[in-house]
T-cell receptor, first 109, second 115 residues
């Protein structure tokens, strides 16, 4: 079983739609959680951290469920520019980030 | 501008011909690492370094070497490249310890093809 699992997608949604991705992790000792965004053939960039109480950044909401060992990312009012691959990242020590394989989002007009 | 740079960005080479991919960061970060990204496998860590002269293996170190003689530079060396090392490579850096060590800065990537 992979340490971090994501549905690869693609999720094809129209502009203005709300879309949600989940990510599951296998190590219950995982400490920190993040969502990264990666545009095609470019470097990943941090989108947002995920806090236990859930957090919001504009149209993006991240949630953590430690009991079920998953994190989620909700995007409201999707824009064309949101088209990208979203990487779930989990850490369980101070050295290492474990990346999921990513979920691809395609927003169409 | 804070950044991580990599060179070359694209490289096509042949089996067995030694190559080096350079990585440099200007943020005075202690922690640097190399990843490779392959379809369906995601980003996998090759090597990392927590400071000058301190390096350690990641998940897929076979066939690679690194060195950290200066804080800003972390070159990746393929002594005898093979076709299974064809991949997209990213260098990354972050402060260590950091208040938010998920904030990792990536270089623009090096697309390597080994024939």
């Amino acid at each position: 079983r992979k340490e971090v699992e994501q549905d690869p997608g693609p999720f094809n949604v129209p502009e203005g739609a709300t879309v949600a991705f989940n990510c599951t992790y296998s190590n219950s000792a995982s400490q920190s959680f993040f969502w990264y965004r990666q545009d095609c053939r470019k470097e990943p960039k941090l989108l947002m951290s995920v806090y236990s109480s859930g957090n919001e950044d504009g149209r993006f909401t991240a949630q953590l469920n430690r009991a079920s060992q998953y994190i989620s990312l909700l995007i409201r009012d999707s824009k064309l520019s949101d088209s990208a691959t979203y990487l779930c990242v989990v850490t369980y020590n101070t050295d290492k980030l474990i990346f999921g394989t990513g979920t691809r989002l395609q927003v169409f007009p | 501008e804070a950044q991580v740079t990599q060179n070359p960005r694209y490289l096509i080479t042949v089996t067995g011909k030694k190559l080096t991919v350079t990585c440099s960061q200007n943020m005075n970060h202690e922690y640097m690492s190399w990843y490779r990204q392959d379809p369906g496998l995601g980003l996998r860590q090759i090597y990392y370094s927590m400071n000058v002269e301190v390096t350690d293996k990641g998940d897929v170190p076979e066939g690679y070497k690194v060195s950290r003689k200066e804080k800003r530079n972390f070159p990746l060396i393929l002594e005898s490249p093979s076709p299974n090392q064809t991949s997209l490579y990213f260098c990354a850096s972050r402060p260590f310890p950091g208040t938010s060590f998920g904030t990792q800065y990536f270089g623009p990537g090096t697309r390597l093809t080994v024939l």
